[in-house]
């Protein structure tokens, strides 16, 4: 049987067990993962919205927000196509903070479409890295 202490250290392995996971992950993956993230709380604010439940709304956004913000920390600002990728990232937050302040859903499916686009790049960047950098001659 399980007692409170037990319950406590069993949270207590998973998150220690999610920064372990986390920093063992690639850029390119982290990225993908950040870009999950704020689709699936776009999405939770979508239907809060529908839901007419302005806490998980705000809440969602305010996530989405945070994600949006992360993504931006992640930004090489060296490679070439850095300041493209900061202000899809700054056009992304104007969105939410629209849909913030009209308290409608009408930019979510915009950005929805944005982040799928951006995953879908980011997956075939991975897996063209992977193919470069696991590539042989040897048969």
Do not use: P
Not at 6 to 13: F, P, S, V, Y
Not at 72 to 84: F, P, Q, R
Not at 110 to 132: C, F, G, M, P, Y
Request: hydrophobic content about 40%.
């Amino acid at each position: 049987m399980y007692t409170e202490n037990n319950i406590i250290d069993i949270e207590k392995a998973i998150e220690i067990y999610r920064e372990s996971n986390m920093s063992t992950l690639s850029m390119m993956e982290y990225v993908i993962l950040l870009l999950n993230g704020l689709r699936k709380n776009v999405q939770l604010c979508g239907e809060a919205i529908i839901a007419n439940n302005a806490e998980q709304r705000d809440h969602s956004l305010q996530k989405a927000q945070q994600f949006i913000f992360e993504l931006m920390t992640t930004i090489d600002h060296d490679a070439e196509d850095s300041e493209k990728h900061l202000l899809l990232y700054i056009h992304l937050n104007q969105c939410l903070v629209n849909v913030k302040l009209t308290k409608t859903d009408r930019k979510i499916a915009h950005v929805d479409e944005i982040i799928q686009q951006l995953i879908a790049s980011w997956e075939v960047a991975k897996q063209v890295t992977r193919r470069r950098n696991f590539q042989t001659d040897q048969l």
